[in-house]
């Protein structure tokens, strides 16, 4: 018994923070935003195949969700636009698969990343599981992203991308450029609209005591 102990694969990795994160049984205690802004930064997105000198990567990603789900919900409560910030968190320690390898990991790693986002949401102060509505709006927005991405720095054509991830509304996406930035710029506008979202969830929620 001992020595299937010993055998065990280790499930856990050690952050910058100093915590110590179980991937197979994740706590809110162990989740810290700088260790997520620092990961996030630092995994690109498109497995790397963009165009420029750096890579873009999730945390880029991430704000940009933020961006389009607000334009798309000007309504919608601080809560959840912070959790279309987080909507990709946990691959602060998993990586970002691309569609098709997660097609073949299988169930696996779609339960591997709920028990991640439902400890990231319990340690900012969100439900551990969403609403349906709020979950279908962030990814309308996430495939808005996808879109962007694709044709723009992905070397997707238009046409292509519009049977992948469907043509947005031009309204949605007027301004938006895309510009991959070194990761520490990212991770320091990742952390500062992370700072910005709580204070108003918190001005929010006083507001409604």
Known sequence: ???????????????????????LDPTPVDIEIADIAHGLAFVARWNGQTTGDWPYSVAEHSLLVEELFARAQPAAP????????????PEYVIGDMISPVKSAVGPD??????????AIHIRFGLPA????????AIKAADRV?????????????????????????PALIAGLRLNPRPPVAVRAD???RHAELLAALDAETGARA
């Open 145 to 169: 992203s996808a879109w962007l991405e694709a044709t723009r720095i992905a070397g997707f054509s238009e046409p292509e991308a519009d049977r992948f991830f469907g043509r947005p509304t």
């Open 129 to 136: 599981l969403l609403p349906a509505s709020v979950k279908r």
């Open 190 to 192: 990742y952390l500062a």
């Open 109 to 118: 790693y779609g339960a591997l990343e709920a028990r991640l986002s439902a």
């Open 1 to 23: 018994m001992a020595r299937a102990a010993q055998a065990r694969p280790r499930a856990w990795q050690r952050m910058l923070s100093g915590r110590r994160l179980d991937l």
């Open 78 to 89: 601080v809560r959840w636009r912070l959790a279309a910030l987080l909507h990709d968190a």
